[in-house]
């Protein structure tokens, strides 16, 4: 077990050493597969700002509760606390039915409904801001909401919600057509690359296979060489994404400023960033098997 994970661990570092040795070469197959990533990861660091930014929208969707007329100030009172303490609301206001009516003859200029009307005939009303924007969440809690005691009636905008959320739902499917796309280049690129490294190599690679070197033996040097590039390659298009967003977030935050709001490119999180390496490590290791497996079924035909 010792011998295998020497064998292992010398492989990785000649790879390594390899591309150290051979820097211009090297250079140019990392900023292909840098720049092939990029592109998909800066798309995915503008729908994830988004995402995180929508909570915060002044125009996030809102819930209105209306109540009861005979909602008296023990109803008023338990409504209060139950929406301090769920989870999914992220603030509220109470409007009293008489600011209500007095915010009615304000606006519409009329003077003397008091006195007209014998009672007040608008509600006291809740205008909740929930934590969440998606359709299935809003939904669940808006149908909890018209739940509690003295509610008559609990609405939102429908349409908005539904756009927002398809206009969301839109970004996730470009992020993952952009993935797809570019993850297949990632194959071709690896594939193209280790190809070549074989080429330059046939002929020891035949002397091996004639003194009974192993499959598993000459594809080893070629995986970690894949592993090492595709490693470094999303270490720099992660740091790509860092430069764009420093270079292009004082526009967005001036240009936000203007609206009153605060909208920033935000980095990937440290699991986002991890995620992002296996995946990368993983395309390029096929690609390396690709043009391994081809090579070597080449030589088993001569």
């Known amino acids: 077990m010792k011998y295998y994970i020497y064998l292992h661990a010398r492989s990785a570092k000649d790879a390594f050493v390899k591309i150290v040795h051979q820097p211009f070469s090297s250079l140019l197959s990392l900023a292909t597969l840098s720049l092939a990533l990029l592109l998909p990861l800066m798309l995915y660091a503008v729908v994830a700002s988004v995402q995180d930014y929508a909570p915060r929208m002044a125009a996030s969707p809102q819930i209105t509760l209306f109540m009861d007329l005979s909602a008296d100030d023990v109803a008023l009172g338990s409504v209060h606390q139950q929406l301090k303490q769920h989870r999914l609301v992220a603030r509220y206001i109470f409007i009293s039915k008489d600011q209500a009516l007095a915010e009615l003859?304000?606006?519409?200029?009329?003077?003397?409904?008091?006195?007209?009307?014998?009672?007040?005939?608008?509600?006291?009303?809740?205008?909740?801001?929930?934590?969440?924007?998606?359709?299935?969440?809003?939904?669940?809690?808006?149908?909890?909401?018209?739940?509690?005691?003295?509610?008559?009636?609990?609405?939102?905008?429908?349409?908005?919600?539904?756009?927002?959320?398809?206009?969301?739902?839109?970004?996730?499917?470009?992020?993952?057509?952009?993935?797809?796309?570019?993850?297949?280049?990632?194959?071709?690129?690896?594939?193209?690359?280790?190809y070549m490294q074989i080429l330059g190599k046939k002929e020891e690679i035949v002397v091996s296979k004639l003194i009974g070197a192993s499959d598993h033996f000459i594809r080893r040097a070629f995986f970690y060489h894949a592993c090492w590039q595709a490693?470094?390659?999303?270490?720099?298009?992660?740091?790509?994404?860092?430069?764009?967003?420093?270079?292009?977030?004082?526009?967005?935050h001036h240009f936000a400023s203007l609206y009153h709001e605060k909208i920033l490119l935000r980095p990937l999180y440290f699991d986002e960033l991890t995620l992002f390496i296996l995946l990368t490590v993983a395309l390029t290791v096929l690609g390396a098997r690709l043009a391994v497996g081809q090579h070597l079924r080449q030589l088993k035909a001569h």
Do not use: C
Request: hydrophobic share 55%; charged share 15%; glycine share 6%.
């Open 231 to 252: 490693l470094l390659a999303a270490l720099i298009a992660w740091l790509g994404t860092l430069w764009v967003a420093g270079a292009v977030n004082p526009v967005i």
């Open 105 to 194: 003859e304000s606006h519409d200029d009329i003077s003397g409904l008091r006195d007209i009307l014998p009672d007040n005939p608008l509600p006291d009303a809740f205008v909740v801001t929930p934590t969440v924007t998606d359709l299935q969440s809003l939904s669940s809690l808006q149908k909890t909401l018209s739940n509690l005691p003295g509610v008559h009636q609990a609405q939102f905008d429908m349409r908005w919600a539904q756009r927002f959320y398809e206009l969301i739902k839109l970004g996730h499917r470009a992020v993952l057509l952009f993935a797809l796309v570019f993850g297949a280049a990632v194959v071709l690129i690896t594939y193209n690359i280790i």
